[in-house]
């Protein structure tokens, strides 16, 4: 009588339990009933005078006329004295919501997107790629109002290239923004903050 093999097969496991679904949440965003103009009328055809400037006059402000820009920035109501370098590619959301100290430096493509305010120190530094940002919305409502909240730079700060402000932050006197950092906390006075989300690395200290 022939020899039979006996093949072995492995357990089949149970079938998994069915989860429950999660409830869905109470309500979902609606676009549709959000403000698509937050602003009033005239606040538009001011803006678009300035980006109309920004992009013609702003830009023949060279090098020997770069103390122009605080001059054109001053009829749109910016608070600054002359004594301030900004960059041509650099771009102000809102003139009239920027102040500004002496011998301020904002360097090229840099974004100041100043909804809320932004008020800049003396002797602060700004670099190449900053972006500033004091504009958000509300997630927790369906219809995600914009909220404007002020930024606020102290003297003698430096910026790192490509560094991220976030809305409503204040960076004290004397800090150092690392490059690329994303700043959405207060950062106290004369402290060295990196990283994304930024955290302290030390305090600065200036040699004598």
């Given at each position: 009588?022939?020899?039979?093999?006996?093949?072995?097969?492995?357990?089949?496991?149970?079938?998994?339990?069915?989860?429950?679904?999660?409830?869905?949440?109470?309500?979902?965003?609606?676009?549709?009933?959000?403000?698509?103009?937050?602003?009033?009328?005239?606040t538009y055809?001011?803006?678009?005078?300035?980006?109309?400037?920004?992009a013609?006059?702003?830009?023949?402000?060279?090098?020997?006329?770069?103390?122009?820009?605080?001059?054109?920035?001053?009829?749109?109501?910016?608070?600054?004295?002359t004594q301030?370098?900004?960059?041509?590619?650099?771009?102000?959301?809102?003139?009239?919501?920027?102040?500004?100290?002496?011998?301020?430096?904002?360097?090229?493509?840099?974004?100041?997107?100043?909804?809320?305010?932004?008020?800049?120190?003396?002797?602060?530094?700004?670099?190449?790629?900053?972006?500033?940002?004091?504009?958000?919305?509300?997630?927790?409502?369906?219809?995600?109002?914009?909220?404007?909240?002020?930024?606020?730079?102290?003297?003698?700060v430096?910026?790192?290239?490509?560094?991220?402000?976030?809305p409503g932050?204040?960076?004290?006197?004397?800090?150092?923004?690392?490059?690329?950092?994303?700043?959405?906390?207060?950062?106290?006075?004369?402290?060295?903050?990196?990283?994304?989300?930024?955290?302290?690395?030390?305090?600065?200290?200036?040699?004598?």
């Amino acid at each position: 009588m022939a020899e039979t093999n006996s093949i072995s097969h492995p357990p089949i496991d149970p079938p998994a339990p069915m989860r429950a679904p999660e409830p869905a949440p109470a309500s979902m965003p609606d676009l549709e009933r959000s403000v698509r103009y937050p602003y009033a009328p005239s606040t538009y055809f001011v803006r678009a005078a300035w980006m109309l400037v920004h992009a013609t006059i702003w830009k023949l402000c060279g090098r020997p006329a770069h103390l122009l820009r605080p001059l054109i920035l001053r009829l749109f109501g910016a608070r600054m004295p002359t004594q301030v370098y900004i960059a041509g590619s650099a771009w102000v959301e809102i003139p009239w919501s920027l102040e500004c100290g002496e011998l301020v430096t904002i360097g090229a493509r840099t974004i100041l997107y100043n909804l809320g305010g932004l008020s800049i120190g003396e002797q602060t530094i700004l670099s190449q790629d900053v972006y500033v940002c004091g504009g958000t919305h509300d997630y927790t409502d369906p219809t995600y109002p914009l909220l404007r909240k002020k930024i606020t730079i102290g003297k003698g700060v430096w910026i790192a290239a490509g560094a991220f402000i976030g809305p409503g932050v204040t960076i004290g006197d004397g800090a150092v923004v690392g490059a690329r950092a994303v700043v959405m906390r207060d950062v106290e006075p004369w402290t060295i903050v990196a990283g994304n989300p930024a955290r302290v690395i030390k305090r600065r200290e200036l040699k004598a």
